[in-house]
């Protein structure tokens, strides 16, 4: 179970810090927790527009053309700052802020130089001797009186200090959801916690039921999510309920030293998280097609485009797989799933071009193009022909490296 839960925490922490996503809050207010280079594209967007409009009033655009550059643009800010924006928001946002120019940048021996400096030093040595000095003393006074207290007792605590962040938060305007976030991942340890204190009683279960329903755990943790990411209006915490969801539909991130382990639970599970992602996927793309904004929508659309497309195609490369079903192959199966492959990847590159969801146009043009490569391993090489095969694969990959940095608006993580 442990270990589940862990596989939860992990695919928050994986998705939150994919570089091509940034999230914030839907009020957002200033720009000083993006990166300057992230900054420095927002104002390059407010002045694209900005042009736009001025060649509108010249007559060199039309108004469909205008309508077309100018949503492009909002699209692009929307990936950045993790909700759309007007662009007299974007005009507001970033009227403090200027394009730097290289040689505006602070060199990195001046940065440096001006770190260490006697004062820093000192304050650095401070917090060291400060750190170990609070640690010893809890290990002569207070740990002692810390294993007085039973393991229920610190399960009560735990789970009082999580809901009363989440619930707490919101008396502190500004930076309530930054109080309720740590409070909703500290649920994940919350719940561990009790499993590890219960374990015979969770052993039970599993004995009685010869398995116990882990998804439940997930569920509840996307239920109390999106309970806090409605009240705060948070888009962050939607996107981590986003997650909790497609946990508990079966999809996990294992993280071991020098790997990454993306997928699925069991063999069981994924044509259900296919299906509830598609139906997320299905349901936000219509709202963006007839322009039709759906309460709360805005709080859960990140995780919804973001997990929802990556969890489906990733099922759909899966399943498309002839080693998926391999002991009980059927080729009728075998190739309406093809045809499944291939008309979603197609619809994704479609629907991301024409109506300017860059995010799915990346994720679904990217496995498309993986879609492409698992076929070149189905075929049928000989032992002998594994050599030519490895100098096709090579090739196919050095041509696709260069389609991909030429045209990186239909590639994932291509900078």
Same mark, same amino acid.
């Given at each position: *179970?442990?270990?589940?839960?862990?596989?939860?925490?992990?695919?928050?922490?994986?998705?939150?810090?994919?570089?091509?996503?940034?999230?914030?809050?839907?009020?957002?207010?200033?720009?000083?927790?993006?990166?300057?280079?992230?900054?420095?594209?927002?104002?390059?967007?407010?002045?694209?527009?900005?042009?736009?409009?001025?060649?509108?009033?010249? #007559?060199?655009?039309?108004?469909?053309?205008?309508?077309?550059?100018?949503?492009?643009?909002?699209?692009?800010?929307?990936?950045?700052?993790?909700?759309?924006?007007?662009?007299?928001?974007?005009?507001?946002?970033?009227?403090?802020?200027?394009?730097?120019?290289?040689?505006?940048?602070?060199?990195?021996?001046?940065?440096?130089?001006?770190?260490?400096?006697?004062?820093?030093?000192?304050?650095?040595?401070?917090?060291?001797?400060?750190?170990?000095?609070? #640690?010893?003393?809890?290990?002569?006074?207070?740990?002692?009186?810390?294993?007085?207290?039973?393991?229920?007792?610190?399960?009560?605590?735990?789970?009082?200090?999580?809901?009363?962040?989440?619930?707490?938060?919101?008396?502190?305007?500004?930076?309530?959801?930054?109080?309720?976030?740590?409070?909703?991942?500290?649920?994940?340890?919350?719940?561990?916690?009790?499993?590890?204190?219960?374990?015979?009683?969770?052993?039970?279960?599993?004995?009685?039921?010869?398995?116990?329903?882990?998804?439940?755990?997930?569920?509840?943790?996307?239920?109390?999510?999106?309970?806090?990411?409605?009240?705060?209006?948070?888009?962050?915490?939607?996107?981590?309920?986003?997650?909790?969801?497609?946990?508990?539909?079966?999809?996990?991130?294992?993280?071991?030293?020098?790997? &990454?382990?993306?997928?699925?639970?069991?063999?069981?599970?994924?044509?259900?998280?296919?299906?509830?992602?598609?139906?997320?996927?299905?349901?936000?793309?219509?709202?963006?097609?007839?322009?039709?904004?759906?309460?709360? *929508?805005?709080?859960?659309?990140? #995780?919804?485009?973001?997990?929802?497309?990556?969890?489906?195609?990733?099922?759909?490369?899966?399943?498309?797989?002839?080693?998926?079903?391999?002991?009980?192959?059927?080729?009728?199966?075998?190739?309406?799933?093809?045809?499944?492959?291939?008309?979603? #990847?197609?619809?994704?590159?479609?629907?991301?071009?024409?109506?300017?969801?860059?995010?799915?146009?990346?994720?679904?043009?990217?496995?498309?193009?993986?879609?492409?490569?698992?076929? &070149?391993?189905?075929?049928?090489?000989?032992?002998?022909?594994?050599?030519?095969?490895?100098?096709?694969?090579?090739?196919?990959?050095?041509?696709?490296?260069?389609?991909?940095?030429?045209?990186?608006?239909?590639?994932?993580?291509?900078?």
């Amino acid at each position: *179970m442990m270990r589940r839960l862990i596989s939860l925490f992990l695919a928050i922490i994986f998705w939150l810090f994919t570089p091509s996503v940034s999230l914030a809050q839907n009020n957002i207010n200033n720009l000083d927790n993006l990166p300057p280079e992230k900054v420095q594209e927002l104002i390059s967007i407010r002045h694209s527009i900005t042009t736009i409009d001025e060649l509108e009033k010249r #007559g060199v655009l039309s108004e469909t053309q205008v309508t077309t550059e100018t949503r492009y643009y909002l699209e692009k800010s929307q990936l950045i700052v993790g909700e759309k924006l007007s662009l007299e928001q974007i005009i507001q946002l970033t009227n403090n802020y200027e394009i730097v120019t290289p040689g505006s940048q602070t060199n990195i021996i001046q940065k440096i130089a001006g770190f260490v400096t006697f004062t820093n030093i000192i304050l650095t040595a401070a917090a060291i001797l400060l750190v170990l000095a609070v #640690g010893w003393l809890a290990s002569l006074y207070l740990i002692p009186i810390l294993m007085l207290i039973p393991g229920w007792g610190y399960e009560i605590i735990i789970y009082l200090v999580c809901f009363g962040a989440i619930v707490g938060g919101k008396l502190l305007t500004g930076i309530g959801e930054f109080i309720a976030f740590p409070g909703c991942l500290g649920l994940i340890g919350a719940i561990s916690f009790s499993h590890y204190l219960h374990r015979n009683f969770f052993q039970k279960l599993v004995d009685d039921k010869n398995s116990y329903p882990y998804y439940l755990d997930s569920l509840i943790l996307f239920i109390i999510w999106a309970i806090a990411a409605i009240v705060y209006q948070s888009s962050l915490l939607g996107f981590i309920a986003i997650i909790a969801l497609e946990t508990c539909l079966g999809f996990s991130v294992i993280i071991t030293p020098l790997r &990454y382990m993306i997928g699925f639970t069991e063999r069981d599970v994924i044509p259900r998280a296919m299906s509830a992602s598609l139906i997320l996927l299905t349901l936000y793309v219509s709202t963006e097609i007839v322009n039709v904004e759906l309460p709360y *929508m805005g709080i859960f659309s990140t #995780g919804v485009l973001f997990v929802g497309s990556f969890v489906y195609f990733l099922g759909t490369l899966i399943v498309s797989s002839k080693w998926y079903d391999y002991e009980k192959f059927n080729i009728n199966r075998y190739l309406w799933l093809q045809f499944l492959t291939i008309g979603s #990847g197609v619809a994704a590159l479609y629907v991301g071009s024409v109506w300017q969801v860059l995010l799915l146009q990346r994720i679904g043009g990217t496995f498309f193009f993986l879609y492409l490569i698992e076929k &070149y391993f189905e075929l049928p090489w000989q032992e002998k022909l594994w050599a030519w095969a490895t100098l096709g694969l090579a090739v196919i990959l050095y041509l696709s490296a260069l389609v991909a940095k030429q045209y990186p608006e239909y590639f994932f993580l291509v900078n």
